[in-house]
C-alpha cells in the first residue's frame, strides 16, 4: 500500500519536479545534438550486458503488432495452427506469459507507439471525438511516438500496416515520425484485398489498388511485408539502424484468406471448441506457459456445448475458424519471409523483433459468428467473425475476450528475438509487462532520449518501463499497471489484480499467482486491499484523463461479446466467477 504522508507526499513531488527538470535539460540538448552525439557515452557503440556476457551495437528494431488474434493461437503458446516460423523466434529467443495489452485496437495502438496509457494520448475509446480529454479519437500533441524518439535517435523510420489512431483528423504517419509508410485505411472494418473499403496511403499520397507500384492481386498480410523489406533496404543502403512498425491486420473480421490456405484447415475444427480448448490447455501446462494449479475456465451459458450442435451446425462453425486459421497460418509465412531477408541481408542477429497482439480473441457477433457478404467465405468481400464461441478458444484458459480487462481481453503472446544482445534460447519470462513498456525498452536500447517537450508541446512522461532487465531474467520495477475501456477496469500490483466489468460492474479481486484464470474473487474476504487498490485506480484514472468520462458514456453498458447495449448486467456478474 502507498505511503500518504505529507513527508512521503513532499519526497515525491521534488522527485517529479527533478525529473522533469532534467527531462527538460536533455531535450534541450538532445535538440541540437548529432546521433551519435545523442547516445550516452556508456551506450556509444556497445550496450551493456542483458543475458549472458554479450554485447551488441544499436539494435535495429522491428515490432510486428497482430490484430484480434488471442493468447493461446501460436504453436509456441498451445494452438494447433501451424506457426512454425513464430515458434523458431521464440525457440531461439524468449516468450513472455504476462504480457498485457490495452484490450482493443485503438487503445493498444496508441498506448505502443507512445509510451502512455491510452487516455493520455487522446485514444481512450476508438476514433470518434466523444468531448472528452481522453477521448479525442486522435493522438494528441503531448505525446510521442516511437518514431518521432528514434529518428532523433539517428534510426530510419518506417511503418507499413494499419494505423488506426485518428487519421481522420490529419494523425497520420507520415506526419508522426516515419519517414517512409505504406498504410491502410478501412480500418474499422480491416480489410486484406482490395476492395470498396481498402484505401492505400504510400509516403502520404493516396496510391490506387492497382497502382503499378504494387503487386497485382495483393494480400495485404504479403504486401505490408514486402514494403517493409523495401523499406529496410534503404535503411541499409543509408547505413542508418532502422525501427519498422509492421501492423498486420491479420487476423481481424471481416476474416478473409487465400482459399489454398483455408482448405489446409478445413475439417480440423470439427473436432469442436470443448475438445480443442482442453487440447490447448494441456499443451499451454505442459509448454509452461501456464500453472497447472490454474483451472480452465469453464465454457460461458452463451456458449453451447458442441456435441449438442447439429451436423450442419458444425460443418458452418468448422469452416469459420478454418478461414480464422488461415489468417493466423498466412502471417506466420510472411513472417518467416522477413526473418529469411534479414538473415540474407545479414541484418538477423542485431535486430530486435517484438511480436504482440494488440488485443484478446474477439467475441464480437455473439456466440454464432458470421458467415456472409457478398463473396465466397474467406474470399474478397466476404464477411466472416469468428464470434464468442471461437474466441473462447482462442483466449484459452482464460475468461472474456478483446473489450475486457480480464485477463482473455488483454493478455498477449509477447516473443522476443535478439541474438547479439540475448544469448539465452528458448526460455520463458514471467515478469509481467504491458504495452506501455516498448517505448521505454526501445529508447533503452537505441540510447535516444524521451523529451519533455517536442515541437513546442509538453510530453507527458513514460508510464512504461524498460523490459531489458527482464531479458536477463531480472525484475521490471514498477508501482502498477493500469487499465479501463468502455467502463472495464482493472489495476495489478504484485499477483493481485482488481478487475471490473462494465461502467456498473463491481470490483472483483483476485491472487493471479493463484488464480490467473480469474475464477476465485477475493473481495469479501480481502476487503482492505480490494479498497486500497480501487482508490489507486481512482487516482490513477484522473491523473490519466480516464475521467471524466465521455458525456453519457454511462448510459450505454456492454454486453459478454463488447456488443453495446442499455440493460445493466447481472448484479451476480462479478461474484464468485461470472461464466460457467
Known sequence: MENHSPHSQRRKFLRLTIGVIGAFLAVCSWSYATPAEQVPPVLQGKFPDTSAGTSAPRPNIILILADDMGFSDLGCYGSEISTPN?????????????????????????????????????????????????????????CVTLAEVLHNAGYFTAM??????????????????????????????????????????????????????????????????????????EALTAKKPFFLYLAYNAPHFPLQAPAEDIAK???????????????????????????????????????????SLTPAEQDRFDQIMAIYAACVDHMDRAVGRLVA????????????????SDNGGNAESGPNGVMGGKGKPGAVNSMVFCGESWAMLENTPFRRYKHFDH???ISTPLIVHWPDG??????????????????????????????????????????????????ANKPIERDAIYWEHEGNAAVRTGDWKLVRYSYAGSWELYNLAA????????????????????????????????????????????????????????????KQGDEK
Not at 104 to 129: E, F, I, N
Not at 342 to 350: F, I, Q, S, V
Open 160 to 233: 507499413t500496416g494499419k494505423w488506426h489512431v485518428g487519421n481522420q483528423f490529419g494523425v497520420v504517419p507520415w506526419n508522426r515520425g516515419f519517414e517512409r509508410s505504406l498504410a491502410g485505411w478501412g480500418e474499422t472494418r480491416g480489410f486484406y484485398y482490395a476492395d470498396e473499403v481498402s484505401t492505400l496511403f504510400l509516403d502520404g499520397q493516396k496510391i490506387a489498388n492497382d497502382d503499378p507500384a504494387l503487386p497485382k492481386n495483393w494480400y495485404t498480410t504479403d504486401l505490408w511485408t514486402a514494403y517493409g523489406v523495401k523499406f529496410i533496404d
Open 341 to 356: 531477408d534479414l538473415r540474407e541481408r545479414g541484418a538477423l542477429d542485431n535486430t530486435l523483433i517484438l511480436f504482440l
Open 407 to 409: 485477463e482473455g481481453g
Open 265 to 307: 484447415y478445413r475439417g480440423q475444427y470439427r473436432t469442436g471448441w470443448d475438445k480443442l480448448r482442453t487440447q490447448r490447455y494441456e499443451k499451454q501446462i505442459g509448454l509452461g506457459i501456464i500453472d497447472k494449479a490454474w483451472p480452465l475456465a469453464p465454457r460461458p451459458d452463451e456458449v453451447k456445448a458442441w456435441d
Open 515 to 574: 488464480d490467473r484464470t480469474e475464477l476465485h474473487n477475493l473481495v469479501e474476504q480481502e476487503p482492505e486491499r480490494a479498497k486500497a487498490l480501487a482508490a489507486k485506480w481512482e487516482a490513477w484514472a484522473v491523473r490519466s484523463q480516464v475521467k471524466p468520462y465521455p458525456k453519457n458514456a454511462e448510459k450505454f453498458l456492454y454486453d459478454q461479446c463488447g456488443q453495446r447495449i442499455k440493460t445493466k448486467p447481472n448484479p451476480t456478474d462479478a
Open 86 to 142: 513464430l515458434d523458431e523466434l521464440a525457440a531461439n529467443g524468449l516468450r513472455f506469459t504476462q504480457f498485457y495489452n490495452a484490450a482493443r485496437c485503438c487503445p493498444s495502438r496508441a498506448a505502443v507507439l507512445t509510451g502512455l496509457y491510452p487516455h493520455q494520448t487522446g485514444m481512450g475509446g476508438m476514433t470518434g471525438d466523444q468531448g472528452a480529454p481522453g477521448y479525442r479519437g486522435r493522438l494528441n500533441d503531448n
Open 422 to 471: 540475448i544469448a539465452v534460447k528458448g526460455e520463458l519470462r514471467t515478469q509481467p509487462g504491458h504495452i506501455v513498456d516498448i517505448m521505454a525498452t526501445c529508447v533503452d536500447l537505441a540510447g535516444g532520449t524521451y523529451p519533455a517537450e517536442f515541437n513546442g508541446k509538453l510530453i507527458l512522461p513514460m508510464e512504461g518501463s524498460s523490459l531489458v532487465p527482464a531479458f
